[in-house]
């Protein structure tokens, strides 16, 4: 099956840094790729879709400014949380869709804490 | 509205047994679904996915089944063993959309 890894697999920064988190497919091209929030105890909350050399698509309240989403190549997009602050600590998972399929392969999440 | 729910929010049984999680959904017209596995702290493993085409998958003691017109599938595990507690969240994926929706998870707790 397709495989899709996230890098870093858990974070801890100070209040005000920006942490960057990639997300890759590793055996297939993902024309589309989806980042998602968990809370604690929650199910998961689509944040943003991204398609391959173009513009993030935010999904309503998600701010496009402080979550900046990069889908530079068809196996690499990232997020970059900015100026993070606590209660941007969660769990992010990311999700990759390859060119004419729509089944959605997650990534295993990556865990931030923000001191 | 489609939606995805999960019954029952938690279940604890003994090692040994067999048992089943539920999973329900508004609309039959679904594309996949999909069946998870979250420990504590941890990501998403996915176990098993049912394209509409299917009527079940297996792995290992692990089994689900897909009644679309019913709007249910069910995980079906084997033999239950401590190794197994966590959360199985279940996923739909409507025909048309790229978007999944989660149901809130069961979370299983296999004790010795």
């Known amino acids: 099956g397709a495989v899709v890894s996230q890098h870093p697999s858990r974070v801890i920064c100070k209040s005000g840094t920006s942490v960057k988190i990639e997300c890759r497919s590793l055996?297939?091209?993902?024309?589309?790729m989806f980042w998602y929030r968990q809370f604690p105890k929650q199910s998961l909350m689509l944040m943003a879709t991204s398609n391959e050399g173009s513009k993030a698509t935010y999904e309503q309240g998600v701010e496009k400014d402080k979550f900046l989403i990069n889908h530079a190549s068809l196996t690499l997009s990232t997020l970059t949380v900015t100026s993070a602050h606590p209660e941007d600590s969660s769990f992010y998972i990311c999700?990759?869709?390859?060119?004419?399929?729509?089944?959605?392969?997650f990534g295993p999440g990556t865990r931030l804490l923000v001191l | 509205k489609q939606e995805v729910t999960q019954i029952p929010a938690a279940l604890s049984v003994p090692e040994g047994e067999n048992l089943v999680l539920n999973c329900s959904f508004t609309d039959s017209a679904i594309y996949n679904l999909q069946w998870f596995r979250q420990d504590p702290g941890k990501g998403l493993t996915s176990l098993l996915l049912i394209q509409s085409s299917q009527r079940e998958q297996t792995s290992g003691r692990l089994n689900a089944s897909l009644d679309k017109s019913s709007g249910r599938s069910t995980l079906y595990i084997a033999a239950s063993q401590p190794g197994d507690s966590a959360t199985y969240l279940c996923a739909v994926q409507w025909g048309g959309s790229y978007i999944p929706t989660f149901g809130r998870g069961t979370s299983l707790i296999v004790h010795p």
């Open positions: 999700s990759a869709s390859g060119r004419g399929k729509e089944t959605q392969y």
């Open positions: 055996d297939f091209q993902a024309t589309t």
